[in-house]
T-cell receptor
Framework: DAGVTQSPTHLIKTRGQQVTLRCSPK?????VSWYQQALGQGPQFIFQ???????QRGNFPDRFSGHQFPNYSSELNVNALLLGDSALYLC???????????????FGQGTRLTVV | QKEVEQNSGPLSVPEGAIASLNCTYS??????FFWYRQYSGKSPELIMS????GDKEDGRFTAQLNKASQYVSLLIRDSQPSDSATYLC???????????FGAGTRLFVKA
């Protein structure tokens, strides 16, 4: 049973460029959340996708956008990269619904983005 | 006030001792509570989930939840050097449909 997989694992981009990160959820999961984790900080919620729509969004600018595909995989796009966007980007998958066990989120290995 | 607060540490305990990690949260509507372990340079790993008041034990780990005090804790018994990591407290609530993380507590277990 494959867990959450993310690609690529590392990425170096130049300021002003655009980047796309990819995530495949754990088998059986239908909800994908994206987090940004700066060095020494906890993961910060970017947004969540369910049924191919953005269900919830954190305090991130519109430069951050996403997409969910019919197979539940997801992409995170960041436009006009800034130096401050350098971070570990984490994808977490879970199940929909409010039953407690459904709220358990499992993380992929992350994508380390460096903006120079 | 931060939604989920933890002492940043570092918390240093000798091998074999009990490590106690604490977390408070602000939203009384929170329903699910988690502890994640994160080794340096790696992604968070879910180690405990707790949903109702009281204690929940899993091996050397015990999670404690007190919703009236909006307080969650994690006890690690017989601490090992391999337990040295950052421990993240996370909270989920129905209204937000999202999991909010604290900044984490760094734990060092000295051999």
């Amino acid at each position: 049973d494959a867990g959450v997989t993310q690609s690529p694992t590392h990425l170096i981009k130049t300021r002003g460029q655009q980047v796309t990160l990819r995530c495949s959820p754990k088998s059986g999961h239908d909800t994908v959340s994206w987090y940004q984790q700066a060095l020494g900080q906890g993961p910060q919620f970017i947004f969540q996708y369910y049924e191919e729509e953005e269900r919830q969004r954190g305090n991130f600018p519109d430069r951050f956008s996403g997409h969910q595909f019919p197979n539940y995989s997801s992409e995170l796009n960041v436009n006009a990269l800034l130096l401050g966007d350098s971070a570990l980007y984490l994808c977490a998958s879970s199940l929909s619904g409010a039953r407690p066990l459904n709220t358990e989120a499992f993380f992929g290995q992350g994508t380390r983005l460096t903006v120079v | 006030q931060k939604e989920v607060e933890q002492n940043s540490g570092p918390l240093s305990v000798p091998e074999g001792a009990i490590a106690s990690l604490n977390c408070t949260y602000s939203d009384r509507g929170s329903q699910s509570f988690f502890w994640y372990r994160q080794y340096s340079g790696k992604s968070p790993e879910l180690i405990m989930s707790i949903y109702s008041n009281g204690d929940k034990e899993d091996g050397r780990f015990t999670a404690q939840l007190n919703k009236a005090s909006q307080y969650v804790s994690l006890l690690i018994r017989d601490s090992q050097p391999s337990d040295s990591a950052t421990y993240l407290c996370a909270v989920w609530n129905t209204g937000g449909f999202k999991t909010i993380f604290g900044a984490g507590t760094r734990l060092f277990v000295k051999a």
